[in-house]
């Protein structure tokens, strides 16, 4: 098993090299046949590592370390729901348009269905179960102005909503429409969660 | 998606070696190209992630020396660039219109620049020049968003990139890095059309990589306007980016390119010529509008483009010299 926070020496170690050419697929196979071709290897050895099969990625995820195995094409949706139990963000268009995914990475949200997990190692990821569920929480605004019908949408929004307070606590209400631009809701709660966002900035400044 | 083998290399160069003597795709903030691996029209079998690479990211100059902007910038930092803000709005106006915060988030400059059409032919798999029993599907087909220029080939989709027009309008240059070192060309040289169905409609090979884009210093006035079906989650239908370089309020010279129309970007050197040696006011906008769309020929669906290119291209030069005369009341 690869561990990616081992730094890639100058030229990766021959067990990279071999996996990265796909002569050996698993790791218990390195030695045996390959040695053979070892000078060669060493001869072609790149600066850089490649990953091709399965990793052991850490991730901090709402302030813990989380860790798995995961493939390099799996996202960080999947990872998150799948294999971390983080169920928070949700799965609809799986391509960049709808915002259901929506988690924060180092402050700036992103859609997690077309993130890389393994481009996720050493960042923060904030997801919708962190936030604060109390009275002044974007969360209890969602629930009193009514922003949500199925739900489905509403993690992410939630997650839009409170990454605009983030940045900007005093939003007007055309700075909240583009706030969750990035977010469509099905069911059409729109109002509902405009309502929640501005409900939510005054909570917070406890007006 | 297809498994594919990762690199994360620490610097360009590493990248471009990474990218060499294999079937493999750079990855920025994977907006395009993860969901075309997840569709199967693009399955690399390397991926070489470029976003972390901090060394080609950024935005450094100032309006009188010209702007050095990293490939791996994101949209929401060119953005937060005072600078291109206020002296290059044609970029700014163009950017901050570009999908939603999130993609402003994730997607970058040089992916901006690279990413591939959106014809739906394309994005299903029939590829640039789709077609099918001999036809061309796009002209047999649903072609609401296609080109109106160049619609005599096969080449049908339209040039992708929002960024695009309002550098090539402002002159900006590309510097690409391959296995056979550095060079930099006119951001419009980064585009082509098709002719045969293996060519790409970018100029840069497959191992090569944007890692900077340079806009010269800003002189005149310069500004983009757009027409959108839907206000995010979207392409822009038209828009058109100019920079003037004015001698007073007369046009010395003007750049006038249009998105939306074209498999490539579209230079209307009909609306250039139209506007130089005339002030901008709504008689010489308009009358520069109606000659951008000489010589288009529209598809089946999407004559509407022919209104809207010389509403979009007016409005563009209006707006650059601060008439935005549609936001009063
Ligand atoms: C809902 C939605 C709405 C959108 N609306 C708009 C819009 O209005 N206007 C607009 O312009 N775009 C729009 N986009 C597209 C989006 O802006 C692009 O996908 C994004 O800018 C690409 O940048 P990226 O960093 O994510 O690129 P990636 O997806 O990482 O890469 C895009 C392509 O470029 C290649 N590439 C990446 N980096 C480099 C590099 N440095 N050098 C060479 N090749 C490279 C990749 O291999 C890939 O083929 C929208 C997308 C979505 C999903
Ligand atoms: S599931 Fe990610 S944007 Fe729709
Ligand atoms: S509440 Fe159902 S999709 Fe938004």
Redesign the pocket.
């Known amino acids: 098993m690869a561990d990616l926070d081992q730094k890639p020496k100058v030229g990766a170690s021959r067990r990279d090299f071999l996996r990265g050419s796909g002569i050996a697929a698993a790791t218990a196979v390195i030695t045996g046949p390959a040695v053979a071709s070892l000078d060669e290897a060493k001869a072609a050895e790149p600066e850089y590592k490649v990953v091709a099969d399965t990793v052991t990625l850490k991730l901090q995820v709402n302030g813990k370390e989380l860790s798995t195995e995961i493939e390099p094409r799996c996202t960080l949706l999947d990872t998150l729901r799948n294999r971390l139990d983080v169920t928070g963000p949700k799965r609809v268009c799986d ?3 709808c915002g259901a995914c929506t988690v924060i990475i180092d402050g700036a949200t992103v859609y997690s269905c ?1 993130t890389l997990a393994i481009a996720c190692q050493g960042k923060k990821v904030e997801t919708v179960e962190s936030f604060d569920t109390g009275p002044t929480g974007v969360p209890h605004a969602f629930v009193q102005h009514d922003g949500l019908m199925c739900g489905y949408c509403t993690p992410g929004f939630v997650t839009a909503c409170k990454s605009l307070l983030d940045r900007n606590p005093n939003p007007t209400l055309d700075e909240v429409r583009k706030g969750v631009d990035g977010n469509i809701c099905r069911c059409g709660t729109y109002i509902g969660v405009l309502e929640a966002a501005l409900a939510a900035a005054k909570a917070m400044k406890g007006a | 998606m297809k498994a594919f083998e990762y690199v994360s290399p620490s610097s360009a160069e590493v990248a471009v070696k990474a990218l060499d003597g294999v079937d493999a ?12 691996m997840k569709d199967l029209v ?1 399955s ?1 079998k390397r991926v070489v992630y ?2 972390d690479i901090s060394a ?1 990211a950024g935005v450094s100059g100032d309006a009188a020396s010209g702007l050095t902007i990293g ?2 910038t ?2 929401a930092a060119l953005l937060s660039s005072k600078v291109v803000k206020e002296s290059y709005p044609a970029l700014w106006q ?1 950017a901050s ?4 915060p999130q ?1 402003k988030n ?11 059409p ?1 014809c739906w032919y394309y994005r299903a798999g029939f590829g640039l020049l789709p077609t099918k029993d001999g036809k061309n599907m796009v002209r047999e087909g649903d072609n609401r968003y296609h080109a109106i220029f160049h619609t005599d080939g096969d080449a049908l989709f339209v040039s ?5 027009a309002p550098l090539i309008a402002l002159g900006a240059t590309a510097t ?1 890095l391959g296995p056979k070192g550095e060079r930099t060309i006119p951001v419009a040289s980064l585009y082509q059309i098709p002719k045969k169905a293996d060519d790409r409609e ?1 100029t ?1 090979a497959a191992n ?4 900077k884009v340079t806009v010269p210093a800003a002189k005149g006035k310069n500004a983009s306007y757009e027409a ?1 079906q839907k206000a ?5 239908l038209v828009m058109a980016s100019v920079n003037l370089d004015l001698d007073g309020n007369t046009v010395k010279s003007a750049s006038v390119i249009v998105y939306g129309v074209a498999p490539v970007p579209y230079r209307a050197e009909a609306a250039e010529k139209a506007i130089t040696g005339k002030a901008v006011n709504a008689e010489s906008a308009a009358a520069a509008g109606d000659a951008a769309v000489q010589g288009a020929k529209p598809l089946s669906d999407n004559g509407y483009k022919i209104p809207l290119t010389k509403s979009v291209v007016k409005r563009a030069l209006l707006a650059a010299v601060g008439n935005r005369y549609w936001e009063e009341g």
């Not at chain 2, 995010?232 to 822009?236: E, G, L, M, R, S």
């Open positions: 391509r960049a348009s077309t | 795709a750079p990855l920025s903030g994977g907006t395009d190209l993860i969901s075309r693009t690399p470029l976003k080609i490939a791996e994101t949209l163009a219109e570009v999908g939603t993609i994730m997607a970058t400059v040089g992916g901006n620049l690279c990413q591939r959106r992708p990139s929002s960024l695009a690409i970018l840069i090569e990589i944007v890692t959108r995010a989650h979207d392409w822009p």
